[in-house]
């Protein structure tokens, strides 16, 4: 009994201790896919890799490809094999690439590491938070996953300062920089590997495996002193429930609710990612080069647009619980489309001119400033709001293929495009689609906030028949209470 209270007593260190070791799955997946954008001015030298825009966009976008295949398979083996043990091998896959790439002689076996990297990326971006919201309390679940998408842009953060740190020592004199830049992703790999054995498996797991008194166990180590039997039957309770529903499957599709619903949720993911944020988020170095910075230049002024996104992102992540999600999507595509379209009109006007590279950084800050604050985390938070439940699998499983797939199309495409056509007509192309996403929103998506996922179904079951429980005024008015 006695070691049962030190341990009640010190549940919230337990909770922090597990939530700063899994999120380092969140730092790997924003260090991988933002230090390419340090390293790939050195990579594609001649005498190094000699990349083409083509290969660049492979090299870039080859990890995208591996995120939506483990995205699509990792939830479905972390239900198989269990949420600890398959982040102990997402570890692994994380050091393997990264020393892969590192050591890579050519573009081809450069792109199979990155691919490799990819599956991690997109099993860390299932499993961290479906892990962390199953170890979380009620009360402290929301803050709790939240970290893990500020741990993922403090990745880029840390990616973009020490890529600038090691271009402007070691960039003039050695060669093969880029390798330094991409074997440190292997040492957060490391800590996630032996951080993850000291961590106990998500008691719902255990719970759904049968191993109660586990589950227990594990229980009264994160939960205060009485509440572990109690949570222990909830989810008891839960898993009964579940195993009643009968869940979504293809042929649904053919339910004009139903069909709605997930092509809405498969819009959603669209056009958070046609604003073109990864092509800054990726390609930011190479973009300030050709703004007219040199690459020196380009890597330090990289840093502003991550501490931006890592400012932006907990401030948005506080706006959540004060704003409807409609006002703050329309807010941030009206913002970044706004920047799109004035960098296409400053790379026109003002070619050649020394403030040209300024005036490039100030809009890709404050473009980031909307997207990181307002625009990406209400996207995943409506994406689990808008799916009943029995559609959740379905929907999530279509929508989050569909976000990697048009975020993998955005990479490989931006610097054909910014070869191709130039700095600016890419950008006027990018704020068009900019303007396609307000639309959208403004048209199709409803309000979520404050609405249960009962209403919101109805809403959905009776669009086509103009006699909703929740009519589609009351739905987009929601953000007004």
Same mark, same amino acid.
Not at 13 to 39: E, H, R
Not at 303 to 324: D, E, F, Q, Y
Not at 455 to 479: C, M, N, P, W
């Given at each position: 009994?006695?070691?049962?209270?030190?341990?009640?007593?010190?549940?919230?260190?337990?909770?922090?201790?597990?939530?700063?070791?899994?999120?380092?799955?969140?730092?790997?997946?924003?260090?991988?896919?933002?230090?390419?954008?340090?390293?790939?001015?050195?990579?594609?030298?001649?005498?190094?890799?000699?990349?083409? #825009?083509?290969? +660049?966009?492979?090299?870039?976008?080859?990890?995208?490809?591996?995120?939506?295949?483990?995205?699509?398979?990792?939830?479905?083996?972390?239900?198989?094999?269990?949420?600890?043990?398959?982040?102990?091998?997402?570890?692994?896959?994380?050091?393997?690439?990264?020393?892969?790439?590192?050591?890579?002689?050519?573009?081809?076996?450069?792109?199979?590491?990155?691919?490799?990297?990819?599956?991690?990326?997109?099993?860390?971006?299932? =499993?961290?938070?479906?892990?962390?919201?199953?170890?979380?309390?009620?009360?402290?679940?929301?803050?709790?996953? /939240?970290?893990?998408?500020?741990?993922?842009?403090?990745?880029?953060?840390?990616?973009?300062?020490?890529?600038?740190?090691?271009?402007? /020592?070691?960039?003039?004199?050695?060669?093969? %920089?880029?390798?330094? =830049?991409?074997?440190?992703?292997?040492?957060?790999?490391? @800590?996630?590997?032996?951080?993850?054995? /000291?961590?106990?498996?998500? #008691?719902?797991?255990?719970?759904? $495996?049968?191993?109660?008194?586990?589950?227990?166990?594990?229980?009264?180590?994160?939960?205060?002193?009485?509440?572990?039997? /109690?949570?222990?039957?909830?989810?008891?309770?839960?898993? +009964?429930?579940?195993?009643?529903?009968?869940?979504?499957?293809?042929?649904?599709?053919?339910?004009?609710?139903?069909?709605?619903?997930?092509?809405?949720?498969?819009?959603?993911?669209?056009?958070?990612?046609?604003?073109? @944020?990864?092509?800054?988020?990726?390609? !930011?170095?190479?973009?300030?080069?050709?703004?007219?910075?040199?690459?020196?230049?380009?890597?330090?002024?990289? %840093?502003?647009? !991550?501490?931006?996104?890592?400012?932006?992102?907990?401030?948005?992540? &506080?706006?959540?619980? $004060?704003?409807?999600?409609?006002?703050?999507?329309?807010?941030?595509?009206?913002?970044?489309?706004?920047?799109?379209?004035?960098?296409?009109?400053?790379?026109?006007?003002?070619? !050649?001119?020394?403030?040209?590279?300024?005036?490039?950084?100030?809009?890709?800050?404050?473009?980031?400033?909307?997207?990181?604050?307002?625009?990406?985390?209400?996207? &995943?938070?409506?994406?689990?709001?808008?799916?009943?439940?029995?559609?959740?699998?379905?929907?999530?499983?279509?929508?989050?293929?569909?976000? &990697?797939?048009?975020?993998?199309? %955005?990479?490989?495409?931006?610097?054909?495009?910014?070869?191709?056509? !130039?700095?600016?007509?890419?950008?006027?192309?990018?704020?068009?689609?900019?303007?396609?996403?307000?639309?959208?929103?403004?048209?199709?998506? #409803? +309000?979520?906030?404050?609405?249960?996922?009962?209403?919101?179904?109805?809403?959905?079951?009776?669009?086509?028949?103009?006699?909703?429980?929740?009519?589609?005024?009351?739905?987009?008015?929601?953000?007004?209470?």
């Amino acid at each position: 009994m006695t070691s049962n209270i030190v341990e009640n007593s010190n549940y919230k260190k337990v909770l922090k201790k597990i939530a700063i070791i899994s999120t380092f799955g969140g730092l790997l997946f924003g260090y991988d896919t933002g230090v390419i954008n340090g390293a790939l001015p050195y990579m594609a030298r001649p005498s190094q890799l000699n990349l083409t #825009p083509v290969t +660049e966009g492979l090299v870039t976008s080859s990890i995208l490809i591996g995120a939506a295949f483990g995205a699509m398979f990792g939830g479905r083996l972390a239900d198989r094999f269990g949420r600890r043990k398959m982040i102990l091998n997402l570890a692994i896959l994380f050091f393997l690439g990264a020393i892969g790439c590192t050591l890579s002689p050519n573009f081809e076996i450069m792109v199979a590491c990155r691919f490799l990297l990819g599956l991690a990326v997109g099993g860390a971006s299932v =499993m961290v938070p479906t892990f962390l919201a199953e170890m979380a309390p009620a009360d402290r679940r929301g803050r709790i996953v /939240t970290q893990n998408e500020l741990m993922i842009v403090s990745g880029q953060l840390i990616a973009y300062v020490l890529s600038a740190v090691i271009g402007n /020592t070691l960039g003039d004199g050695v060669a093969n %920089v880029w390798r330094y =830049m991409l074997v440190i992703a292997s040492i957060p790999a490391i @800590v996630l590997w032996f951080g993850m054995l /000291t961590v106990p498996e998500s #008691p719902r797991w255990l719970a759904t $495996k049968g191993k109660l008194g586990s589950a227990l166990r594990v229980l009264q180590e994160i939960r205060r002193l009485g509440y572990a039997e /109690t949570e222990l039957q909830e989810i008891q309770k839960n898993i +009964e429930q579940e195993s009643k529903i009968q869940h979504a499957t293809f042929k649904d599709l053919n339910t004009p609710w139903i069909r709605r619903i997930v092509f809405i949720g498969i819009g959603i993911s669209i056009v958070q990612q046609i604003t073109g @944020v990864n092509s800054i988020m990726y390609y !930011g170095t190479q973009l300030l080069q050709r703004a007219g910075f040199s690459t020196n230049a380009s890597l330090i002024g990289n %840093v502003a647009n !991550g501490i931006i996104s890592v400012i932006a992102t907990i401030v948005g992540i &506080w706006l959540l619980g $004060k704003v409807g999600r409609r006002p703050m999507l329309i807010t941030g595509f009206i913002g970044t489309t706004a920047c799109l379209a004035l960098i296409g009109v400053f790379s026109a006007t003002l070619d !050649g001119s020394a403030i040209l590279p300024y005036a490039v950084l100030a809009m890709t800050v404050l473009f980031l400033a909307f997207q990181q604050g307002a625009i990406s985390p209400v996207t &995943w938070l409506m994406l689990s709001e808008i799916f009943p439940l029995r559609l959740r699998g379905l929907g999530m499983g279509f929508a989050a293929s569909c976000l &990697w797939l048009t975020n993998f199309l %955005v990479s490989f495409v931006f610097p054909i495009l910014l070869d191709a056509i !130039g700095l600016s007509a890419t950008f006027f192309i990018f704020a068009v689609l900019g303007i396609a996403a307000i639309v959208f929103v403004k048209i199709w998506l #409803p +309000e979520t906030k404050g609405k249960s996922l009962e209403q919101l179904e109805s809403f959905f079951r009776s669009y086509h028949k103009g006699e909703s429980d929740l009519t589609k005024s009351e739905v987009k008015s929601a953000s007004n209470e």
